[in-house]
Nanobody
Framework: QVQLVESGGGLVQAGGSLRLSCAASGSIFSINDVKWFRQAPGKQRDLVAG???????NYADSVKGRFTISRDNAKNTVYLQMTSLKPEDTAVYYCYALLGLQLGDRRRFDYLWGQGTQVTVSS
């Protein structure tokens, strides 16, 4: 079964740091574009950062200069390093990836969401 698993969330004080991980597992032959989203209670799910297959990145204005997205292709893992955290960063963080799926002798591409990891920043 192919899945994306986020980890690294937790409770941190304002100004602190966390590193989130998004690991792909199962019968995959590639992990392509990956995005991190977040959703606070009662709000819509918003894009935080993205990283393409070539390593190019993009960020929401609210996190530029504080968050860094990176990838380790050998580990099929994407990271989100979060620094100078603020209470308004509190949310469930989700990764969303375009995966190359190996289905027997066939291949196809599909998008997959992770289950989310809670980040809580106290003031």
């Amino acid at each position: 079964q192919v899945q994306l698993v986020e980890s690294g969330g937790g409770l941190v004080q304002a100004g602190g740091s966390l590193r989130l991980s998004c690991a792909a597992s199962g019968s995959i032959f590639s992990i392509n574009d990956v995005k991190w989203f977040r959703q606070a209670p009662g709000k819509q799910r918003d894009l935080v950062a993205g990283i393409a297959t070539d390593g190019s990145t993009n960020y929401a204005d609210s996190v530029k200069g504080r968050f860094t997205i990176s990838r380790d292709n050998a580990k099929n893992t994407v990271y989100l390093q979060m620094t100078s955290l603020k209470p308004e960063d509190t949310a469930v963080y989700y990764c969303y990836a375009l995966l190359g799926l190996q289905l027997g002798d066939r291949r196809r591409f599909d998008y997959l969401w992770g289950q989310g990891t809670q980040v809580t920043v106290s003031s």
